[in-house]
């Protein structure tokens, strides 16, 4: 039996197979997509069984246990009315527990990766594989900036799921996400790419998500994020939740495979990542700063200002120019470019397409190590005890946005937590006294020693803070 092509009248003979070339088109790449699926299932109706089968065994839910202090009352440790009441049972510490997800990405070493955030300092690690067998989770390494963590568990007959390329990812290729939601146990969702290289979210210091409405809810951090080969594409981190409840709205980030077997890679070999600093701050090329500095271009990061010494000073950038490549890979701002470098490695060559003034040239490098000066706040008052304070690096959410210090760490129940520090704010002033690096702090804190007003920004908020 021939088949036959009905034409409406309306429609010229050439019109009709036009539109049939664009149908063509249209539906060749989602079928293409599904084709191994619809061989899998050998003729069954269309499903995602076949590769979630291969998948899931290399899928762990992950369960933490720590201790943390516990804010006691100023009088629990008062003599005099210790005598009246009995304090001393009330426990300084208690116990919390916290679920999430984690991928087997090597079966012979028995890694597995998941979110730094899902085992931050926990003192057990329980991995549970879909078949039901427990391992105790020994951690490789972590990395706080990305959000990501390397675990090593016994390797007894485990599954790994593969790697893709995430730069292949397009915006309405179909994904699934694979997790252990609200400790249910393990829970499959499925949705489409909705945008890639997400980033100014203040999630993490490097940021380029990729955008998902599969459904991501709590604990599924550190799940998988599969394409419908069933190959890792991304590393399930964060939602946007709604009404304060965490449920899902259809807006789920993920961290790109590439990044995160980057990350991987170093944390394994090193128990830590060497990043390396190119010494530039930037901002994106508006069009306005395009039209501004007479140039035809469509993106790139903008040069704002070159540490003296640094590699970036060495390559002779100045400030003005427009970085529009690294290595070859195109570059669309000033996160794209933070993200990319902060990947690569202390020694690494990099090679930079950069535009002066109308005039295009490319400049050779090398990242070198960053200068880490971290400050013991404690030893500087007790009342900042607790907190350790470092420069604001290029890379840091605020920077090129506020001058001053950042908190890079705060201990829980600790005089500077007790007084409303936290990770990720940035000290602008103390005592009424700007500070913008770390040999300022002590000369602002003695000022007034027995008081310290700190002036703060924390996101797209500024407070003051009073501690006395």
């Given at each position: 039996?021939?088949?036959?092509?009905?034409?409406?009248?309306?429609?010229?003979?050439?019109?009709?197979?036009?539109?049939?070339?664009?149908?063509?088109?249209?539906?060749?790449?989602?079928?293409?997509?599904?084709?191994?699926?619809?061989?899998?299932?050998?003729?069954?109706?269309?499903?995602?069984?076949?590769?979630?089968?291969?998948?899931?065994?290399?899928?762990?839910?992950?369960?933490?246990?720590?201790?943390?202090?516990?804010?006691?009352?100023?009088?629990?440790?008062?003599?005099?009315?210790?005598?009246?009441?009995?304090?001393?049972?009330?426990?300084?510490?208690?116990?919390?527990?916290?679920?999430?997800?984690?991928?087997?990405?090597?079966?012979?070493?028995?890694?597995?990766?998941?979110?730094?955030?899902?085992?931050?300092?926990?003192?057990?690690?329980?991995?549970?594989?879909?078949?039901?067998?427990?391992?105790?989770?020994?951690?490789?390494?972590?990395?706080?900036?990305?959000?990501?963590?390397?675990?090593?568990?016994?390797?007894?007959?485990?599954?790994?799921?593969?790697?893709?390329?995430?730069?292949?990812?397009?915006?309405?290729?179909?994904?699934?996400?694979?997790?252990?939601?609200?400790?249910?146990?393990?829970?499959?969702?499925?949705?489409?790419?909705?945008?890639?290289?997400?980033?100014?979210?203040?999630?993490?210091?490097?940021?380029?998500?990729?955008?998902?409405?599969?459904?991501?809810?709590?604990?599924?951090?550190?799940?998988?994020?599969?394409?419908?080969?069933?190959?890792?594409?991304?590393?399930?981190?964060?939602?946007?939740?709604?009404?304060?409840?965490?449920?899902?709205?259809?807006?789920?980030?993920?961290?790109?495979?590439?990044?995160?077997?980057?990350?991987?890679?170093?944390?394994?070999?090193?128990?830590?990542?060497?990043?390396?600093?190119?010494?530039?701050?930037?901002?994106?090329?508006?069009?306005?700063?395009?039209?501004?500095?007479?140039?035809?271009?469509?993106?790139?990061?903008?040069?704002?200002?070159?540490?003296?010494?640094?590699?970036?000073?060495?390559?002779?950038?100045?400030?003005?120019?427009?970085?529009?490549?690294?290595?070859?890979?195109?570059?669309?701002?000033?996160?794209?470019?933070?993200n990319a470098i902060g990947i690569l490695r202390v020694g690494t060559a990099v090679t930079l397409d950069t535009v002066r003034k109308g005039r295009r040239r490319s400049v050779r490098t090398v990242l070198v190590e960053p200068e880490r000066y971290i400050l013991d706040a404690g030893q500087v008052s007790e009342r900042l005890a607790g907190a350790m304070f470092g420069p604001l690096r290029p890379g840091y959410p605020l920077a090129g946005r506020v001058e001053g210090v950042a908190v890079e760490q705060v201990e829980q129940g600790s005089p500077a937590w007790v007084a409303g520090l936290r990770q990720g704010d940035v000290i602008t002033a103390i005592n009424r006294q700007t500070v913008s690096s770390i040999a300022e702090i002590s000369a602002a804190v003695a000022r007034f020693p027995n008081r310290l007003l700190l002036n703060i920004v924390r996101g797209d908020t500024a407070l003051f803070l009073v501690i006395?």
């Amino acid at each position: 039996m021939c088949s036959q092509t009905a034409v409406s009248p309306n429609i010229q003979p050439q019109w009709a197979s036009a539109l049939a070339a664009i149908a063509l088109l249209i539906w060749t790449p989602l079928l293409h997509g599904a084709a191994s699926l619809i061989a899998a299932g050998a003729g069954r109706d269309f499903t995602l069984a076949p590769m979630l089968e291969r998948v899931v065994p290399g899928v762990v839910n992950i369960s933490t246990r720590a201790r943390v202090r516990v804010q006691q009352n100023p009088l629990f440790s008062d003599p005099f009315f210790g005598r009246f009441f009995e304090f001393e049972g009330i426990p300084q510490q208690r116990e919390i527990q916290s679920m999430g997800s984690g991928v087997i990405v090597d079966a012979k070493a028995g890694y597995v990766i998941t979110n730094y955030h899902v085992i931050q300092e926990a003192e057990e690690v329980l991995v549970t594989l879909n078949d039901g067998r427990r391992f105790s989770g020994e951690l490789v390494g972590l990395d706080s900036e990305v959000d990501l963590a390397v675990l090593k568990i016994t390797p007894e007959r485990l599954t790994a799921v593969p790697f893709g390329d995430s730069s292949r990812l397009r915006v309405g290729d179909f994904v699934v996400a694979i997790g252990n939601p609200f400790g249910l146990g393990q829970t499959v969702t499925s949705g489409i790419v909705s945008a890639l290289g997400r980033s100014g979210l203040g999630i993490e210091r490097y940021e380029d998500f990729i955008q998902t409405d599969a459904s991501i809810n709590l604990g599924n951090s550190g799940g998988p994020l599969v394409n419908l080969q069933g190959e890792l594409v991304g590393l399930n981190t964060a939602i946007v939740g709604g009404s304060g409840s965490g449920g899902n709205v259809g807006i789920g980030f993920a961290i790109p495979s590439n990044m995160t077997q980057a990350i991987m890679t170093q944390l394994i070999e090193y128990g830590e990542v060497r990043r390396g600093q190119l010494g530039v701050e930037l901002q994106d090329l508006s069009p306005e700063l395009a039209q501004a500095f007479g140039l035809q271009l469509s993106g790139g990061a903008v040069v704002v200002r070159v540490q003296p010494g640094s590699p970036a000073a060495a390559a002779g950038l100045r400030a003005g120019d427009v970085v529009t490549a690294l290595n070859g890979r195109p570059i669309r701002n000033a996160s794209a470019l933070r993200n990319a470098i902060g990947i690569l490695r202390v020694g690494t060559a990099v090679t930079l397409d950069t535009v002066r003034k109308g005039r295009r040239r490319s400049v050779r490098t090398v990242l070198v190590e960053p200068e880490r000066y971290i400050l013991d706040a404690g030893q500087v008052s007790e009342r900042l005890a607790g907190a350790m304070f470092g420069p604001l690096r290029p890379g840091y959410p605020l920077a090129g946005r506020v001058e001053g210090v950042a908190v890079e760490q705060v201990e829980q129940g600790s005089p500077a937590w007790v007084a409303g520090l936290r990770q990720g704010d940035v000290i602008t002033a103390i005592n009424r006294q700007t500070v913008s690096s770390i040999a300022e702090i002590s000369a602002a804190v003695a000022r007034f020693p027995n008081r310290l007003l700190l002036n703060i920004v924390r996101g797209d908020t500024a407070l003051f803070l009073v501690i006395r």
